[in-house]
C-alpha cells in the first residue's frame, strides 16, 4: 500500500504500526468526536469511525488510500473512564483500579477509496486487565510524574504503572492502543496487505 493515513496523534499507535512493518503518514483528526452510548464497544467505534472520516473528508485522497482511526477506552464496572481532570481523579481512578479487573476497548475504523468512493470496516477489540493491589503512597507518586494525566483510566501499560499488572486476558497492544495483528487481519479481509 503506497497511501496509509493514521488518523491519530498518538506515539504509542504509531510505533506499533512502525513495529508491524507499514509505511504509513500521520494525520490527526482535529474535530470533537460525540459518542452516543454508554455501551463500550459502541462507543469505541463510533469514536474511531468519527476519527476515521474526519480525515477521510478532509482532503482529495488518491485512489487506494487508506485511512485507520482508533480510540481506547477503559471501563470499570461496566463505567468508561475517561482522561483524569486533575491529579486528585487520577488518584481516585488508580485507587478503583488496584486490586481490581478492568477492561480496555479499543475501536478502528478503516476506509479504503474505492472506485471513487470510501468503503469502511469497524471492529472492535477488548482486553481484561487485573491489578495488583497498590498502596495511596505508591498511587500517588506515580500521579506525581504527571505521566496518568493524558491517559484514559489513568495509566499507560507501557509505562511506570505497568510494574502492577498482575494479569491480562487478551492483546497487549489492544491496551496501548492499537490491536495490530486485528488490524492485519481485518484489512487482508477486505484485499489489503497493509505491510505492501
Not at 475504523?109 to 481484561?128: H, I, M, P, R, Y
Request: hydrophobic letters at 40%; a negative charge.
Amino acid at each position: 500500500m503506497d497511501n496509509i493515513i493514521l488518523a491519530s496523534a498518538s506515539p504509542r499507535r504509531k510505533e506499533l504500526l512502525q513495529l508491524a512493518g507499514v509505511s504509513f503518514t500521520v494525520l490527526p483528526a482535529t474535530g470533537e468526536e460525540q459518542i452516543s452510548t454508554d455501551i463500550p464497544w459502541e462507543a469505541v467505534e463510533q469514536l474511531s469511525f468519527q476519527k476515521a472520516q474526519m480525515v477521510a473528508e478532509s482532503h482529495f485522497w488518491e485512489e487506494g488510500t487508506l485511512v485507520i482511526g482508533a480510540d481506547t477506552i477503559v471501563v470499570y464496572q461496566e463505567k468508561i473512564l475517561g482522561k483524569p481532570k486533575d491529579a486528585k481523579d487520577a488518584v481516585q481512578t488508580l485507587l478503583c483500579l488496584q486490586g481490581n479487573t478492568h477492561q480496555v476497548y479499543t475501536g478502528v475504523t478503516v476506509f479504503k477509496k474505492q472506485a471513487g468512493q470510501w468503503l469502511t470496516n469497524t471492529f472492535w477489540e477488548c482486553t481484561d486487565v487485573t491489578f495488583y493491589p497498590v498502596s495511596l503512597e505508591e498511587i500517588q507518586a506515580y500521579v506525581k510524574t504527571g505521566e496518568p494525566m493524558d491517559k484514559a483510566g489513568s495509566y499507560g501499560i507501557q509505562g511506570a504503572f505497568g510494574i502492577y499488572v498482575k494479569e491480562i486476558k487478551g492483546d497487549y497492544n489492544n491496551v496501548i492502543g492499537l490491536p495490530v495483528g486485528r488490524l492485519l487481519y481485518e484489512t487482508k479481509k477486505m484485499g489489503i496487505n497493509l505491510k505492501g
